[in-house]
């Protein structure tokens, strides 16, 4: 069922109730009032003819007739009976109909009201000169029973058209309300991946509607973002594949063309070795960047005490490049062991932190890189800092991005994979990493992990 049906149906329904419900009290209320009415006047109809009865018995000619109503009721009867239940007179025999003798079983003070098919009966003790009398007194309310009648079938057609008067106007404030949606709809409908640029139009006003336009316009923007990436992502792996593979093949087919002596052919394996190390690199990379991306495998956390793996990739970089030069320092050291530990998986983290302590070294003409470790109660955090060239503000922009190097990066070997591997790795950790940076005056990479539990 359609949004517009169900608030259509529901309002309806709502509304529907409620008249209902006001429509049965007025008719209840109405009907309880005209039969009390009713009786006041069978009763005063009865009374006067009882009063009439007694005075011509006494022939006594002053006798009381109340003037509270003096209309005639249909098939009135009203019948008189002495304290011994015997009937004296009756008022109107032709109405009679059979008396049962419960009616007149009552204490005094009190009255009995029936019904029998149309009429409505009363039964009470009426004292006069002193002395208790029983009445019973029928009649059938000719004019309130038709004007309660004509009030149900006013009641009855009333609802019927009031509710279908709201059911119209609801079903036509719903499409009023929706129509916005089914814009929204019509138009989300036809972005597809060629037109990911169009984007929803925005009313002036803040409602729901407008806000509800402006999330699916940025998410339209973050789908076209991821978009440009995959496809730029693509291209950029081809490419930075395809460099090296082209370097061999060409360095081969050059060597291939006359007999070389053995230092020649030495020098070209060696280059094609560097070749071959750096498409492995980018394979690694690109392998570790799918593993990273795999936000649900979490089989292979361990718990790693961060300043021991600082340690060692310490030990591991000084190995293979001799010149480069890493301190570690602790802003504080904590008192429990617990606080230094980071749980994730042990090959991604390490390559995390080699590439940003690599790159820190691999930058600056010192080739030092200085790194401070903060152990907070909840989190960790770890500063790189470098003196070197630091990375231009266009660039820093864009410096997660796989495959981006800086213009700085010109002669310096890498292959631009690397920061974008440390933000997955960190990020899949629920870590975070953000760079500052001055141009020929350094860089500082923050890490943060939260504390293992
Ligand atoms: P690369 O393999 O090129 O080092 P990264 O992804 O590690 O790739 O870094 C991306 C780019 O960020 C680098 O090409 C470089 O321009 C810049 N960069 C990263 N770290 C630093 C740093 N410490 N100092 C200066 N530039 C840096």
């Known amino acids: ?12 329904f709502i509304v529907a109730g409620i008249l209902i419900l006001f429509s049965f009290a007025i008719y209840f209320f109405s009907e309880d009032y005209r039969h009390d009415e009713f009786i006041t006047r069978l009763k005063t109809h ?3 003819s009882a009063l009439r009865f ?25 019948l008189l009976f002495n304290k011994h239940k015997k009937l004296l007179f009756q008022s109107n025999p032709h109405n009679s109909f059979p008396i049962k003798k419960e009616w007149l079983e009552f204490e005094d003070e009190e009255e009995l009201q029936f019904s029998f098919e149309d009429f409505e009966i009363i039964s009470f003790i009426y004292k006069i000169n002193g002395e208790n009398y029983y009445i019973i007194a029928s009649g059938i309310d000719k004019y309130g029973l038709s004007k309660l009648k004509n009030l149900k079938l006013v009641l009855i057609f009333g609802n019927i058209i009031c509710i279908l008067i709201v059911f119209v106007l609801s079903r036509f404030y719903a499409t009023q309300i929706l129509k916005p ?54 291209s950029n792996a081809s490419h930075e594949l395809r460099t090296p593979l082209t370097a061999i093949t060409g360095q081969l087919e050059v060597t291939l063309l006359k007999q070389r002596s053995i230092d020649d052919y030495e020098k070209v394996i060696k280059s094609v070795l560097d070749d071959i190390k750096k498409l492995n690199q980018i394979c690694n990379g690109l392998l570790d960047l799918t593993y990273a991306n ?13 300043d021991e793996l600082l340690w060692e990739i310490r030990n591991d970089l000084l190995k293979i490049h001799s010149e480069y030069q890493i301190e570690i320092d602790y802003l504080n050291m904590p008192d429990d062991e617990n606080i230094m530990f980071i749980k994730g998986n042990m090959h991604l ?17 010192d080739k030092l890189a200085k790194i401070v470790l903060d152990f907070k109660s909840d989190r960790i955090k770890i500063q790189v800092k470098d003196n070197g060239i630091g990375i231009s503000e266009e660039d820093l922009k864009k410096i997660f991005t796989p495959f981006y ?48 539990v």
């Open 349 to 365: 983290i390490r390559t995390a932190l080699i590439n940003v302590i690599d790159n820190a070294c691999k930058y600056a003409p």
């Open 181 to 234: 949606i089914s814009r929204i709809i019509q138009k989300v409908d036809i972005i597809s991946e060629q037109n990911l640029h169009e984007r929803l139009k925005i009313d002036d006003n803040d409602d729901e509607l407008s806000k509800l336009s402006k999330t699916f316009n940025k998410m339209l923007e973050r789908i076209e973002d991821a978009f440009i990436m995959k496809r730029n992502f693509v």
């Open 46 to 48: 009865a009374e006067n």
């Open 54 to 78: 007694i005075a011509i018995q006494n022939n006594d000619n002053i006798y009381y007739i109340s003037d509270k109503d003096s209309v005639t009721i249909y098939k009135e009867n009203s």
């Open 294 to 306: 795999n936000k649900e495998d979490n089989l292979s956390n361990v718990k790693i005490r961060v």
């Open 405 to 452: 190097r800086g213009i700085n990066a010109k002669g310096f070997k890498g292959s631009g994979l690397g920061l974008a591997l440390c933000k997955r790795i960190i990020e899949k950790y629920n870590g975070k990493i953000f760079l500052t940076s001055q141009l020929n005056k350094g860089t500082t990479v923050f890490i943060e992990f939260p504390v293992a």
């Open 1 to 12: 069922m359609t949004i517009r049906n169900k608030l259509s149906f529901r309002f309806t």
